[in-house]
């Protein structure tokens, strides 16, 4: 709806990327905080919305994206499940058939697994396979783990999975402003969404309007304009980008910023156009890259302007391993600020700089002390 | 109520007769599971229902989907491909469903649509307290996880459904007892704190009223019911023919089963007269659900990318593109 989201200042201000481009009399809240909002906005707007999952009624309430829900709308719409994945996937989309809007919880995306039949066999099938006579109109919420040893099963971005299977839509919101927008979109979609969250966007503050809205499925965001290579951030990566944006200023290097925002339906518009005035594209993912987001929307915009205009094109991710535990280890699993920028600098300078800045301050990654 | 027993098996195992006949022309576009022997689970349950009760079953569904009152047309197009069947030719024989009925849906992964029948459940337990959901599966289905984390859930928050495990003692071609440690489904049940019954699936007057009275618990809150239903595939596991000389069982194994065929004990057991009305008026329904699929058209190419989303396809793909 709203035209090209150029430079839309909810994004950017999350960051302290354009400081003082929202309106003073704007609220801030957190990630987590915008998410429970707009859960309790759309609980308020609908009876027909409710939230399961394992944990969601107790006293953490899923980092409190939960919090006050119970209290408020019953345990009949507010209820913590059986550790049963398979079964509560299943009867959510039970629910969906007889016209409730559920809402199920995992805590964990690498909990997914468990219910990759419902997901894949049913919730994205029933509409087509039953000739457009049901709905499913279910929303998935699940997180990405990051730092503090999550390790192994506990971090794994698993969001291309469900973009290589038609009938579900696939959403990772990286700002405040984002994740209520698109929960209340998600929620209200007669579709089935996946909806992705990322551990650490969770301490995100950023400018979130009190009134109900929703961010349309399948647009993107451009985050900062420039004209030497195009970043795309997917996930917690979109604030990795934006920083690193902020070490390529310091080589005279612009860049611009796309956050995808929907990875389906995907907004490949939005990104081919920016890669056809830049000639470059460095799409950054919070997972691996083998059959991958990232390679989804390379190729994507390969095919597009193959034969329009040079292109240099690079992925960066997940390093093709299992996340390990160990800082040292840990630390080198994963794309960062610098390591982005110094690749987006290579793309730019079509050679290896070996150019790896020096870390700033003002750009650190934020700092997570665990548990969880 | 025998009359209308009568008329329901005899319609379901004629119109199965049929399809298995014109199987051979291949005008049938889909593999087809044939409830043949196995008539009575679904008639004998689902005459205990009201308009408003949902069912969810199996890909062995075509009982299942005429007893709960699915419409004959739309289902023999369906197996047919055609664009007036119950899916617009997109499911088949596997995915029949008539939302009007009551007939909500059926998977060819086994096992999968426990689960759904119980969320199903939920919602009416909190919006529509005057009806219930009748889950079918197999024994097969009885080792999935999805049917041990149903039974807990269903307990746990005390829905209305019936769970009807119709048990022919085979999954395709292994019997229970090579893949049960102890073959005793009914206890499973009782565990997970479900009331059980394990019953005859050849006694269809017994099943309708058993099923009444497991009903009239279920309807006033009493939570779920599980019941066992021993029955027989007289058939192969998917196709038109039997399957006997694969060696897996015996034709003999199916002797006393026929024997008992309440679709012919129930007939005998009417007036002359009135049997053959029923067949007549199910023989002329039939053959017109057959010339309904011949003359109805296959589906426009442009239906391969309709139904994705519940939205206009050009505005997603719009997006995609």
């Known amino acids: ?372 | 109520m025998r009359a209308q027993l009568y008329r329901s098996l005899y319609r379901i195992r004629r119109l199965e007769e049929e399809v298995a006949r014109v199987y051979a022309t291949d005008k049938i576009k889909s593999p087809v599971h044939l409830s043949i022997g196995q008539e009575a689970v679904s008639v004998g349950v689902c005459a205990a229902l009201r308009p408003q009760d949902v069912v969810f079953g199996t890909y062995r569904g075509h009982a299942l989907y005429l007893a709960k009152g699915g419409d004959l047309n739309a289902m023999v197009a369906e197996l047919y491909g055609k664009a007036t069947g119950c899916t617009k030719g997109k499911g088949g024989s596997m995915h029949l469903i008539d939302p009007e009925a009551g007939v909500m849906g059926m998977s060819a992964v086994v096992g999968t649509t426990i689960a759904n029948a119980a969320g199903y459940a939920y919602a009416l337990k909190h919006r529509r307290p005057d009806a219930v959901v009748v889950s079918f599966f197999g024994d097969g289905a009885t080792e999935e996880g999805v049917f041990a984390e149903t039974l807990n859930f269903a307990v746990l928050k005390q829905l209305p459904v019936l769970f009807v495990c119709e048990n022919n003692g085979y999954a395709i071609h292994t019997p229970q007892i090579r893949r049960q440690g102890k073959a005793d489904i009914c206890a499973r049940a009782e565990a997970a704190g479900v009331p059980s019954a394990r019953l005859n699936g050849n006694d269809v007057v017994g099943l309708a009223r058993r099923t009444e009275e497991a009903l009239a618990e279920v309807r006033t809150g009493g939570g779920p019911w599980f019941f066992e239903v021993a029955t027989y595939r007289w058939r192969e596991h998917v196709g038109p023919g039997e399957d006997y000389q694969l060696g897996y069982r015996a034709a003999a194994e199916c002797g006393p089963w026929v024997a008992a065929d309440p679709v012919r004990r129930l007939g005998d057991a009417l007036p002359a007269g009135e049997r053959t009305g029923i067949e007549a008026e199910v023989e002329t329904e039939i053959a017109a659900a057959f010339a309904f699929a011949e003359a109805s058209p296959f589906p426009d190419s442009a239906e391969l990318m309709t139904d994705i989303f519940k939205e206009e396809f050009d505005v997603l793909t719009a997006a995609q593109r």
């Not at chain 1, 609220?27 to 308020?44: G, H, I, K, P, Y």
């Not at chain 1, 990875?263 to 081919?272: F, M, Q, V």
């Open chain 1, 1 to 372: 709806m709203s035209s090209p989201q150029l430079s839309d200042r909810h994004a950017g201000a999350a960051l302290g990327i354009r400081p003082g481009s929202a309106p003073a009399a704007e609220r801030t809240l957190s990630f987590v905080d915008a998410v429970r909002e707009a859960a309790d906005q759309e609980m308020a707007r609908d009876p027909a919305v409710l939230v399961f999952g394992l944990d969601v009624d107790d006293p953490k309430a899923i980092q409190g994206t939960c919090r006050g829900l119970l209290e408020k709308y019953g345990p009949e719409r507010v209820f913590g499940t059986p550790l049963s994945e398979d079964a509560m996937t299943g009867a959510a989309i039970g629910m969906a058939l007889a016209g409730l809007r559920p809402i199920h919880v995992h805590i964990r995306m690498d909990f997914l697994l468990l219910a990759m039949n419902q997901l894949v066999n049913v919730a994205a099938k029933s509409r087509y396979m039953y000739g457009g006579r049901v709905n499913i109109p279910l929303v998935v919420r699940s997180m990405i783990g990051k730092s503090w040893g999550q390790g192994a099963q506990h971090s794994q971005g698993l969001h291309s999975l469900f973009m290589h299977v038609p009938g579900i839509k696939v959403v990772a919101p990286s700002t405040p402003y984002d994740a209520k927008g698109c929960l209340a979109a998600a929620v209200r979609d007669d579709n089935p969404v996946l909806y992705v969250e990322h551990r650490l966007l969770h301490f995100q503050k950023g400018p979130v309007p009190e009134a109900s809205y929703t961010v349309t499925p399948g647009k993107a965001r451009v985050t900062a304009v420039g004209e030497d290579v195009t970043l795309v951030g997917i996930s917690y990566m979109q604030v990795e980008c934006l920083r690193a944006a902020k070490y390529l200023e310091s080589v005279g290097v612009k860049a611009e910023v796309i956050d995808p925002i929907w990875l389906s339906p995907l907004d490949i518009d939005t990104i081919a156009e920016s890669v056809e005035r830049t000639g470059r594209l460095l799409v950054v993912d919070t997972a691996w890259l083998n059959c991958g987001a990232a390679a989804e929307i390379v190729a994507q915009v390969a095919e597009r302007l193959q034969g329009v205009r040079d292109l240099r094109l690079k992925r960066m991710g997940f390093a093709p391993t299992t996340c390990p535990t160990t800082p040292g280890l840990e630390d080198l699993f994963y794309p960062n600020a610098r390591t982005i920028a110094a690749a987006a600098r290579d793309l730019v300078e079509e050679r290896a700089c070996g150019w790896l800045p020096a870390e700033r301050p003002d750009l650190q990654s934020i700092v997570f002390k665990g548990p969880f």
